[in-house]
């Protein structure tokens, strides 16, 4: 019923005209659904179906305007069910009564979402938490859809362009994988624990902690945060505190998340982001979260600062190397599109650069030209809009492209420092022994060629006491970089070994072969460049 509903509607249009390259905006006509009736419809459906409106609430690059303020409020608006089940689900889970569990436990829901429902309560010890209680019979119910919903996705997938295009069967096992995620609530009591320890380091910003001993697969209690909104602050409030003070420290917060860390929230929607009463900002709701590798983390961070100075072409070079092409991938197409939207980023007010924006941006234009992007980009994108939002609510100056310019530089040396920790370098001294030691053979080989006169080299002027100076100065240089090689994996070895005899606190033999290494090194290199200098401005003869 729903795709017959809107599958005439303008709305349907608009996406078939957006797959197509139209990025033309149709309004919504007399008789056609109401954006409104979208969310209804989707909140009727069931717990799966309000995600999916959740999901498409924040893909701005898809849905027109109207459409995405009306999906907005499926996001915390939601139909609690009775308390009589809660009961039910609490004892049947921790296994105790909730009038035994906790001295107080407030009946009427403190928040509703599609999964869960949320009740404000106390620990016997007067410790005040929340507790989250998913919806009865979900999983199965979820299970259901999501046979139907594969179905549709694998019909669009083979006979439609629009599915061929944007991969709706991949798209919706992503969603799966995800939505199954947030249904494991031991999970998400570990992801606030991982979280609150990794922005330790940033005062103003809140991380409430689970209670495990009160914790379940389908059942999750945490500290009570007392404050509000972001989206409820009142102008007085907002008057009373330092905005960018805030703004700036939660999206150094997140660059932090995503490009050192490798683990990040991903939702942070107004919904779930609070004003705490101390004024900190209170980050809830880590059901969805993202991870991301140490490769994909350089190449965001190169993608995030190209985007920020509006390097249309670095930007594209970029996406070109993390994503998937498929067979009708237009390159032109989308090096002009994409290279042409980031570059007039440069020329935007403040109040128009945003990088999250040209995240989704750029991965609809992927889309439109047959470039499949990794799920991980598009992820940070919408975490990075629905971020930005918040960010000019607390500060409506807030700039983000300038906070990746300004923090850059503090990401890079973090990372370089979390790089040289005692197992990377003796993973690196191991590969420089394996590569030293297998380096003579090699060699050998090379010089039995030489030797057995099986090497052939093709010159136009043979000269063979020429050709014989080359290689012994080839020779000589590899066995200067033997020695300076096992001088430095035999300091590091020494190392570890105490002695009376130290410099520089380090043990003083060990010392002397890195000094010895470092001197040797710099006069192979100065030899090189100066041996390459005088070959560059030799006369002609």
């Not at 590899?478 to 300091?491: D, F, K, Q, R, S």
């Amino acid at each position: 019923m729903l795709f017959w509903k809107y599958g005439t509607s303008d709305l349907a249009k608009e996406f078939a005209n957006d797959a197509a390259g139209d990025e033309k905006i149709l309004p919504v006509k007399p008789g056609q659904p109401a954006p409104e009736e979208l969310a209804d419809d989707l909140e009727k459906m069931g717990p799966t179906f309000i995600k999916f409106g959740q999901l498409l609430s924040s893909r701005a690059d898809l849905l027109p305007e109207s459409y995405l303020k009306a999906l907005a409020r499926l996001q915390d608006k939601v139909k609690p069910f009775p308390y009589e089940q809660v009961e039910e689900i609490i004892a049947s889970e921790l296994g105790i009564r909730i009038s035994k569990a906790f001295s107080y436990f407030e009946e009427k829901h403190l928040a509703a979402a599609s999964l869960g429902q949320v009740h404000r309560a106390a620990l016997r010890d007067g410790r005040p938490v929340v507790v989250k209680v998913q919806r009865p019979d979900i999983r199965k119910q979820i299970a259901e859809d999501f046979e139907v919903l594969e179905e549709i996705a694998d019909f669009f997938d083979e006979h439609t362009d629009i599915g061929k295009r944007y991969r709706f069967g991949k798209i919706l096992a992503e969603f799966k994988t995800s939505i199954l995620q947030e249904l494991d609530y031991q999970r998400e009591a570990s992801n606030l624990t991982t979280l609150a320890n990794n922005l330790k380091e940033f005062p103003h910003i809140l991380v409430p902690l689970p209670v495990l001993d009160y914790s379940s697969r389908s059942v999750l209690t945490m500290d009570y945060v007392s404050g509000a909104k972001i989206t409820a602050l009142s102008p007085v409030v907002k008057l009373d505190i330092n905005g960018d003070v805030l703004a700036e420290e939660l999206f150094k917060a997140y660059l932090k998340q995503v490009l050192i860390d490798g683990f990040f929230h991903a939702d942070p929607h107004p919904g779930n982001v609070f004003l705490t009463d101390d004024g900190r900002v209170a980050l809830l709701d880590l059901g969805m979260t993202g991870r991301l590798s140490s490769a994909m983390q350089e190449n965001l961070l190169r993608l995030l600062l190209a985007i920020s100075e509006g390097n249309g072409d670095e930007t594209v070079k970029i996406i070109l190397r993390i994503s998937e092409t498929t067979d009708d991938f237009d390159d032109g197409e989308f090096t002009k599109k994409a290279g042409a939207f980031v570059s007039e980023q440069r020329d935007q007010t403040l109040n128009h650069q945003d990088v999250g924006k040209a995240l989704m941006e750029v991965s609809r234009t992927a889309a439109q030209t047959g470039l499949y992007v990794p799920t991980e980009l598009t992820l940070l994108g919408k975490t990075l809009l629905q971020l930005e939002e918040v960010g000019k609510t607390l500060c409506p100056t807030f700039n983000p492209n300038a906070s990746v310019r300004r923090n850059v530089a503090e990401i890079m040396t973090t990372r370089m420092r979390k790089a040289a920790t005692p197992g990377h370098l003796f993973g690196s001294f191991l590969e420089m022994k394996d590569f030293v030691g297998g380096l003579p053979g090699r060699v050998n080989k090379i010089l039995d060629v030489v030797g057995n006169s099986e090497l052939e080299v093709n010159v136009k002027t043979p000269d063979a006491r020429h050709l014989l100076n080359g290689f012994e100065k080839i020779a000589n240089r590899v066995t200067t970089g033997i020695i300076l090689a096992a001088l430095i994996v035999g300091a590091a070895l020494m190392m570890r070994i105490n002695s009376s005899f130290q410099i520089f606190g380090y043990p003083g033999i060990a010392m002397i072969c890195f000094l010895i290494a470092i001197g040797g090194s710099a006069w192979l290199v100065l030899g090189i460049l100066w041996k390459d200098y005088k070959d560059k401005h030799k006369p002609k003869e």
